[in-house]
């Protein structure tokens, strides 16, 4: 499995996690100037915006290691211009940064280990 085809495979599984919980998906892949948002999804009245990581496991680098200063300032840049193009969003949630963490055990995604961090980091942490 190439790194392109992990990460298409850690975002789908991240995505269905998230909806078997009961979150909605309003959006995969936004995309903009500032950067990417994996996911995004509401539940509760939070719309979270859900950075994935999918890593080897026992790589050099961790699934959550991976998520620099830098990376979290561009999650947080997609985040704005998601809200300044839904700005219904804005008013009726409350945003909150998440991180999928997912360690690829092998090439069957059902067995890879996952695990979801709820407000994993804010704007304080850029």
Known sequence: MTPAETGR???????????????RLVARNYRCRGGELDLVALRDGVLAFVEVRARKAGGM?????????AKRKKVI??????LSANPQLEQTLQPRFDVFLIDVTGPDPARWSCRHIES???L???
């Open 9 to 23: 495979a850690g975002e789908a599984l991240a995505a269905a996690w998230l909806e078997q919980r009961g979150y």
């Open 61 to 69: 680098v961790a699934p959550g290691e991976s998520i620099t200063p």
């Open 124 to 126: 304080s942490q850029c």
């Open 77 to 82: 840049a997609a985040a704005y211009a998601f």
């Open 120 to 122: 994993a980091f804010d």
